[in-house]
């Protein structure tokens, strides 16, 4: 890239770096240092304003750069996660956000607590959901460094690497000094900046092929390679059997997993009641849903205006479709439209990355002082040094997710997701809904179940083509690849159920019929609710 593309991109970002310091500077001026202002923002948004966090939480570096890139070179098969990312808020309308409003108060582990013996519920909700949480800052980690090599021209990986460490210094300043106040209206512009930016890119490609949408599929298509097949399943899912299981993988981890997130979770603790928290949700679908049918656009028109081929010589995943995209839009790569709309448009990917880690580092860190720091603890912990021990864990998986997207930084983005939407949905969503439904359900079936997840899903990433036994694995070198299939959800989401089942019913510990009937009133009412 020339001079003035990194040039003007670079101030851009800096510009949207320097408001989003002041906001945080700002709001640690005006905090209390309460634990409910530190977690949950003293709950005083609004269900647009929350709404409009949600959506900055949810459309990631995944969904700006890795689903748009996985259409410009699957076609059809990229549509799979757009489907799964967006059907999957339904089960988080119909099952979980008020709910869990209701039951709990700054994670995951209250709503499970509510009703079991609390220290091994908490330090397994806690371990999984910072499991959860880091392979998701994995994913925006690699969006940061791929963005960078196409800002810098591909050829520095030193730059790469900075820029890694860069966006984990700049999400543990946000988190230790803002909180939950500051990461929600960092949210809350991103999520403006990414709308404004998603419409304008869409209406030029749209206006490209006169407003034709049969014509941009044609051109895409013509454009690929790969002829019609583009436009029909199974380019990536369907050459074989193992592939197909693969697919079926991936769509349950995706549906499933989004109820699981612990920083989708935990901005339901962020409105004042749970009838705002649905309302939230609904706000978040609307703009959620909106934005992914413009990922249609902007995939198909990669593929159509600057071709698979340029889009994988630029980066091998695809993360890099958008911004090239943009520059072909704005004119090419030596004129003034062209800089400007790719510096416009890489600004606006920083942006999405840097709030998402935000968010996301602020849900793990909560677990580890809420729950694991909390329960460890012979006494309980006032909440001021629980605060503190909050921001110190912020710094701590910085650290731990820069040391792994810098080992992870060739693999696509969305598809680093959908590792984690896997073990979401094996670990957290089994426990969630076997407490918040099952009257019969015990301590030691909720302790199996977030490990009889968890512990598989892993294990199986482990012994997967992810990491082993082929060119694009992260260790080509070498071969303990033992379990087919690259998402682990269609073995491990089913053994998550079994486990707290299987727990349960051979639990010597009677359930507690009072606490699950207190519970479900205060589920379901919002009595009792904090």
């Not at 640690?28 to 647009?48: D, K, Q």
């Not at 570096?61 to 799964?84: E, H, P, Q």
């Not at 690699?142 to 196409?150: E, I, K, R, T």
């Not at 990986?157 to 300043?173: F, S």
């Amino acid at each position: 890239m020339s001079g003035n593309h990194q040039t003007l991109a670079l101030l851009l970002f800096s510009a949207f770096v320097a408001v989003t310091l002041a906001i945080t500077t700002w709001v640690s001026r005006n905090r209390h240092g309460s634990a409910e202002e530190f977690y949950a923002g003293g709950r005083l948004f609004s269900p647009m304003e929350n709404g409009f966090a949600i959506s900055g939480d949810y459309m990631s570096a995944a969904s700006f750069l890795g689903v748009t890139g996985l259409i410009a070179l699957f076609g059809y098969d990229g549509l799979l996660y757009v489907v799964g990312f967006l059907v999957a808020w339904l089960v988080v309308l119909f099952l979980v956000a008020e709910l869990v409003r209701n039951c709990g108060r700054f994670t995951l582990a209250d709503v499970v607590a509510a009703r079991m013996s609390e220290r091994p519920v908490r330090i397994a909700a806690g371990t999984s959901s910072v499991t959860v949480s880091v392979l998701y800052l994995v994913a925006q980690m690699v969006g940061a460094g791929s963005l960078v090599a196409l800002l810098l021209g591909g050829t520095s990986e030193a730059a790469r690497n900075w820029t890694v460490i860069g966006v984990g210094a700049l999400m543990v300043i946000y988190v230790s000094m803002g909180g939950m106040r500051a990461t929600t209206w960092i949210q809350i512009v991103k999520a403006v900046l990414l709308m404004g930016g998603a419409i304008a890119l869409t209406v030029l490609v749209l206006v490209r092929f006169h407003g034709d949408f049969n014509q941009l599929l044609r051109s895409a298509a013509a454009r690929s390679g790969h002829g019609d097949a583009f436009l029909a399943p199974g380019l990536k899912y369907g050459g074989d059997w193992t592939a197909r299981f693969d697919f079926i993988s991936l769509g349950l981890a995706l549906v499933l997993g989004t109820a699981g997130l612990p920083h989708i979770l935990s901005r339901f603790y962020t409105v004042p009641t749970a009838r705002a928290a649905r309302r939230s949700v609904v706000w978040a679908i609307g703009l959620i849903g909106s934005f992914y049918l413009m990922t249609f656009v902007l995939g198909f028109g990669a593929a159509a205006i600057v071709g698979p081929e340029a889009v994988r010589g630029s980066n091998a995943a695809g993360n890099t479709a958008v911004p090239l995209l943009a520059l072909d839009l704005g004119g090419g790569a030596d004129s003034t439209g062209g800089t400007v709309l790719f510096a416009i448009v890489a600004a606006i990917a920083f942006a999405t990355i840097l709030a998402v880690v935000a968010g996301i580092t602020l849900a793990s860190s909560a677990s580890v002082a809420h729950d694991l720091y909390a329960s460890l603890r012979r006494r309980r912990a006032k909440p001021r040094s629980e605060v503190a021990v909050a921001r110190t864990a912020a710094v701590g998986i910085g650290v731990v997710a820069i040391a792994l997207g810098l080992l992870a930084r060739d693999l696509n983005v969305a598809f680093l997701v959908g590792l984690a939407f896997a073990v979401a949905a094996s670990a957290n969503l089994p426990v969630l809904l076997y407490s918040l439904f099952w009257r019969a359900f015990t301590t030691r079936g909720a302790v199996w179940a977030v490990y009889g997840g968890l512990v598989p899903a892993l294990l199986l990433v482990l012994l997967s083509p992810v990491v082993s036994g082929s060119p694009e694995s992260l260790f080509p070198g070498v071969n303990f690849q033992y379990f087919p299939l690259q998402n682990p959800g269609l073995v491990s989401i089913p053994l998550g159920f079994l486990a707290g089942w299987l727990g349960t019913v051979t639990s010597a510990e009677p359930p507690d019929e009072a606490k699950h009937a207190e519970t479900e009133v205060r589920s379901l009412t919002g009595a009792g609710a904090v």
